[in-house]
């Protein structure tokens, strides 16, 4: 197939979207499939067509310049080629560019399919509404008219997300497959004991990442001068981050790590805790289980990360700061029963094959294809 990609956002390789994004770019090269990829970075070799970012005033643009975004201007003349050549256009983000495909798309009768990456939350966040349910609701209501009701299968990373999105609107026709895993992330040879009990914590500096929840927890921790706390990620709240953490006393260690890097982190860390209150699907949580960590996740309503869990010690209250200290504790005081739960934690992780998830994604355009193929031979009899 000649499946035509458009990545409204796409940028550095350091959050799940992207990651997943060239993730299944790459598989679906592999595949043999012609991949065009059209974004507002182009430097990442055959088949990407570059778009330049969009201009959305100074204050936005600084807004979005903070957060590390920089959205594709819908350029006609760049997108319309690449739609009328390919045989299924793939939607990456619900923004303007994806809009302008659209268009193009029904002008030359191509099936079109979708991935849901973007919460309402990841928005309102930046505007300072994100505990606005009636906003985020709206925010749901725009992606569906303008995006998602004219594709012809969306595929969402979590079945919470398919269930949140079609509360707020109308159903799809949906395909729930997961981002999934690179198997460089597994079980490690065994490690030295570290010095102090090392926890991580993976994810953009963010408010919606809440990442204050643990350093708050480790101060509160009957441990605390014990701990070595590693933030994994880079982000616009990290220079607040880093002044909490000095406040607080705490030893924390704030860097962005290289894939091989963390890998070696993930193995040889004592617990993973998840801080993220608004999250789709958590990749970094799952990462960390598959290297044998185990977990300690927020229990947000937003959060589709929260179904990790196999039990009430692998979950803390959102903002009890005391509930987070007492399971860091309880993890600590017993090493024995966190070896067992990362054992019994070996389905899961088999669950996340990376491999399997992009064959289920190949399927679903493969699907769609002939649904659509079908579907306009039998128009044209009717006709």
Not at 91 to 116: D, E, G, H, Q
Not at 196 to 212: D, M, N, P, V
């Amino acid at each position: 197939m000649k499946i035509t990609v458009i990545c409204d956002v796409l940028g550095d390789a350091n959050n799940g979207t992207t990651l997943a994004a060239l993730n299944l770019i790459g598989y679906l090269k592999k595949r043999g499939h012609q991949v065009t990829v059209v974004s507002p970075d182009a430097d990442r070799g055959e088949g990407f067509v570059s778009v330049p970012p969009v201009n959305l005033g100074p204050f936005l643009n600084g807004i979005l310049k903070r957060n590390g975004v920089s959205p594709a201007k819908p350029v006609a003349s760049v997108i319309e080629p690449a739609v009328r050549d390919a045989d299924l256009v793939h939607l990456l983000l619900p923004f303007p560019m994806s809009i302008c495909a659209l268009r193009y798309a029904k002008k030359y009768s191509k099936p079109v399919t979708a991935s849901f990456h973007c919460q309402a939350e990841n928005v309102t966040a930046h505007l300072g509404m994100m505990d606005m349910p009636l906003v985020n609701r709206l925010i749901y209501k725009l992606f569906y008219r303008f995006v998602y009701s004219h594709c012809d299968a969306v595929h969402y990373p979590t079945e919470f997300i398919r269930e949140v999105f079609e509360d707020a609107c109308e159903p799809t026709n949906a395909y729930v497959i997961s981002n999934g895993v690179n198997d460089i992330f597994r079980i490690g040879e065994a490690q030295e004991k570290n010095e102090r009990f090392t926890i991580l914590c993976c994810g953009r500096y963010s408010k919606e990442k809440a990442q204050y929840q643990l350093i708050n927890a480790a101060a509160e921790s009957k441990y605390k001068d014990r701990l070595h706390i590693i933030f994994a990620g880079d982000g616009p709240d990290k220079k607040k981050l880093v002044s909490l953490a000095e406040e607080r006393g705490i030893d924390c260690e704030f860097r962005f790590f290289k894939r091989e890097e963390l890998v070696r982190i993930m193995q040889s860390a004592d617990l993973y805790i998840h801080t993220a209150v608004v999250e789709i699907e958590a990749i970094a949580c799952m990462e960390a289980i598959c290297c044998g960590l185990v977990p300690v996740i927020c229990k947000s309503k937003r959060s589709a990360t929260r179904f990790f869990s196999l039990g009430e010690r692998n979950l803390f209250e959102q903002n009890d700061f005391s509930d987070l200290a007492a399971k860091i504790d309880y993890w600590y005081e017993h090493p024995e029963e966190k070896e067992e739960c990362s054992k019994a934690y070996a389905p899961l992780r088999t669950s996340f094959s990376q491999e399997r998830c992009m064959m289920l994604m190949e399927d679903m355009m493969k699907e769609t294809m002939s649904c659509y193929e079908e579907e306009h031979i039998l128009q044209g009899s009717a006709e």
